[in-house]
C-alpha cells in the first residue's frame, strides 16, 4: 500500500515564526489532505488539495503529485497553532479510504 | 460543508461489556463510512470499511468478532466493540466523504470516542 512519510516529527517554535510542514507518498494519489488534529481529538480539515496551491489566511499548501510530495505553511505562528498536524492520501482508486502519515507535533510558545 | 457526527464522545465502561459507537452523516448520504483507531500520539489506524447493506472490510490483524460494524441506512454506521478488556481502550473515530452535488471537500471526520475499558 500507498506509504506517507511527514518530517519533522517534532517542532517547537516561538510565537511569530514560520514553519514548513512536509509529507512525502510512495505513489499516485487520487487525494490529499492535511489535518489539524486538537487537543480534544478532533480533526480539523485544513486542506483538500491533490495538486496545486490553496492559501487559508496564515496557511497554505503546495501539493506537487508528480514529485509525490506537500508542503503545509504555516506564517506568524500562534500558540494556537500548536496540535498534531496529519497528511493524509487516498490512492488512485477513488473511494478508498485515506491512509495517514505519523504526523508532525507543533508546540508554539509565546 | 459536509458534516458527520460521532456518539457518545466518551465512555467509560466496565471488563466483558460490549460498548457501541455510532457514527452519522448529516447532511448527505454515505455508502460507505470508515473506522480508525488512534493510540496515544500515535497516528490512525485505518480499522474497517462500512460497506451500507452489505458486510464491513476489515484491515489485516483486525479482530471482526470483536469489532462488530453495521451499517443499516445510508446515512448510520455503527461500531461495536464486544466483550471489552483494557487493551481495547482507544480513541475511535469515523469518517465519510460526500460525493453529492459536485462538492469536493474530501474526508471528513466526527469528533471520535474516547474509550476506557477498567
Known amino acids: 500500500g500507498i506509504q506517507v512519510e511527514q518530517s519533522p516529527p517534532d517542532l517547537i517554535l516561538q510565537e511569530g515564526a514560520n514553519s514548513t510542514l512536509r509529507c512525502n507518498f510512495s505513489?499516485?494519489?487520487?487525494?490529499l489532505q492535511w489535518f489539524h488534529q486538537n487537543p480534544w481529538g478532533q480533526l480539523i480539515n485544513l486542506f483538500y488539495?491533490?495538486?496545486g496551491t490553496k492559501q487559508n489566511g496564515r496557511l497554505s499548501a503546495t501539493t506537487v503529485a508528480t514529485e509525490r510530495y506537500s508542503l503545509l505553511y504555516i506564517s506568524s505562528s500562534q500558540t494556537t497553532d500548536s496540535g498534531v498536524y496529519f497528511c493524509?492520501?487516498?490512492?488512485?482508486?477513488?473511494?478508498?479510504?485515506?491512509?495517514f502519515g505519523k504526523g508532525t507535533t507543533l508546540s508554539v510558545s509565546s | 460543508g459536509a458534516v458527520v457526527s460521532q456518539h457518545p464522545s466518551r465512555v467509560i465502561c466496565k471488563s466483558g461489556t460490549s460498548v457501541k459507537i455510532e457514527c452519522r452523516s448529516l447532511d448527505f448520504q454515505a455508502t460507505t463510512m470508515f473506522w480508525y483507531r488512534q493510540f496515544p500520539k500515535k497516528s490512525l489506524m485505518l480499522m474497517a470499511t462500512?460497506?451500507?447493506?452489505?458486510?464491513?472490510t476489515y484491515e489485516q490483524g483486525v479482530e471482526k468478532d470483536k469489532f462488530l460494524i453495521n451499517h443499516a441506512s445510508l446515512t448510520l454506521s455503527t461500531l461495536t466493540v464486544t466483550s471489552a478488556h483494557p487493551e481495547d481502550s482507544s480513541f475511535y473515530i469515523c469518517?465519510?466523504?460526500?460525493w453529492g452535488g459536485g462538492r469536493n471537500y474530501g474526508y471528513t471526520f466526527g469528533s471520535g470516542t474516547r474509550l476506557t475499558v477498567v
Open positions: 469518517s465519510a466523504r460526500d
Open positions: 493524509a492520501v487516498e490512492g488512485y482508486q477513488a473511494g478508498t479510504a485515506l491512509i
Open positions: 488539495i491533490p495538486s
Open positions: 462500512s460497506n451500507e447493506g452489505s458486510k464491513a
Open positions: 505513489d499516485s494519489v487520487n487525494n
